[in-house]
Structure formats: structure tokens, C-alpha cells
């Protein structure tokens, strides 16, 4: 089944202990990105790959790490996490950046940092 | 990317057609029209995109007015699991990717 996944689905966490979440989407598709969801903020987007090593700020992308070391996986790195990175994130994957293909989203990962 | 408006909310009985409204009055030439739905914070889930004409998959129909100003989602049976929030893009690349409040829908029985 085409899909994309993330790990871990919720998680609670304290202020400064680095933590990663995981990215995995099994269509080869070249495009991926990171999302968080915020109440009354709607989805920004805070880093993305066109490729293999090949990655760039978003919208919102300070306190936020990401590598693309394979195509299929897409981790997102807070190093020293802090409570207003409290939220609802998404990875997302699509075949490649042109607006002609659509965006497949992950199930969400749910961080709490206090 | 373009600058969408949809109403806050929309109820819909279930088994009849609800349709989603959707003003993109500074859509460009090249920016595509997207609709997507979230269901209670999962991730969101593509739905249909076009350029200038209506287009239908299996999920929905898309309308697009001939002057692009506008469109309208069609689902044409609604049924409970259809009740969510449903966002209208307008998209140059996937990169401009803006949701915003979208159009929560409720289906009711």
C-alpha cells in the first residue's frame, strides 16, 4: 500500500532533550516535506527536499533540522526542543514539486514539549 | 499563491449532494486549483485539483468557473464519513502549499 509514514504518533517530551521524528514514504517520490499545525494558524510548512540532499527552509524552520540522506526517508530533528514547538506535524511526499501532483500526508505525530 | 475564501461551515444531510464553494479571485494563469480534507487531525488527504476545466474522480467533481474566479467541490453522495474540513489552494507548486481555515462540513443523518 502506497503510503507514508511517521514515527512516533504522539509523543511528550521535555524542554531541551533532543529528539528525532521519522519520515518514511514508500512511492519514490522525490518531493518531501514537513508541517506543523497549529490552532487558528492553519499548516506551515517548515523545511523540504526536492531530492536526495537536497534541502531548504520553509516557513517556519528555526529550532528545526531535517537530512536527506535516502529518498524514501525524510527525518525531522529538534535538537533542543522547546514548549512552543508544542503541535501537530506532518510529513508529506509527493513525485516531485510541480503543482500538477498531488501531496500524500502522513497520520500526524502529535509532540507535546514541556 | 492564490488567495482563497470559503464559508466557516456547511451542513449536509446524508445521501444528498453538498457542495463546497470556493472564491480564488487572484488565481494566476498557471496556479492550480486544489482540494484537500482533514479529518479531526489526521493528515490531509487529497481530494481533486484542476486548471480550467471540471474535472471527477471517484471521490468528488470539481467545477470551475470559466473565468477561473471561483470553484465548486462536489461530493454527490455525502455520507457521515465525509464530515470534515475541506481547503481550496491555489497552487503554483507544491511549495506554495497555504491552508487555511477551509470549510468544516457537517454530514448529518
Known amino acids: 500500500e502506497a503510503q507514508v509514514t511517521q514515527n512516533p504518533r504522539y509523543l511528550i517530551t521535555v524542554t531541551g532533550k533532543k529528539l528525532t521524528v521519522t519520515c518514511s514514504q514508500n512511492?519514490?517520490?522525490?518531493?518531501m516535506s514537513w508541517y506543523r499545525q497549529d490552532p487558528g494558524l492553519g499548516l506551515r510548512q517548515i523545511y523540504y527536499?526536492?531530492?536526495?540532499?537536497?534541502?531548504d527552509k520553509g516557513d517556519v524552520p528555526e529550532g528545526y533540522k531535517v537530512s536527506r540522506k535516502e529518498k524514501r526517508n525524510f527525518p525531522l530533528i529538534l535538537e533542543s526542543p522547546s514548549p512552543n514547538q508544542t503541535s501537530l506535524y506532518f510529513c508529506a511526499s509527493s513525485f516531485e514539486l510541480a503543482s500538477y501532483n498531488e501531496q500524500f500526508f502522513g497520520p500526524g505525530t502529535r509532540l507535546t514539549v514541556l | 499563491d492564490a488567495k482563497t475564501t470559503q464559508p466557516p461551515s456547511m451542513d449536509c444531510a446524508e445521501g444528498r449532494a453538498a457542495n463546497l464553494p470556493c472564491n480564488h479571485s487572484t488565481i494566476s494563469g498557471n496556479e492550480y486549483v486544489y482540494w484537500y480534507r482533514q479529518i479531526h487531525s489526521q493528515g490531509p488527504q487529497y481530494i481533486i485539483h484542476?486548471?480550467?476545466n471540471n474535472e471527477t474522480n471517484e471521490m468528488a467533481s470539481l467545477i470551475i468557473t470559466e473565468d477561473r474566479k471561483s470553484s465548486t467541490l462536489i461530493l454527490p453522495h455525502a455520507t457521515l464519513r465525509d464530515t470534515a474540513v475541506y481547503y481550496c489552494?491555489?497552487?503554483?507548486?507544491?511549495?506554495?502549499?497555504?491552508f487555511g481555515a477551509g470549510t468544516r462540513l457537517t454530514v448529518k443523518p
Open positions: 484542476g486548471l480550467k
Open positions: 512511492m519514490n517520490h522525490e518531493y
Open positions: 489552494i491555489g497552487l503554483y507548486n507544491n511549495n506554495d502549499m497555504r
Open positions: 527536499s526536492m531530492n536526495v540532499e537536497v534541502t
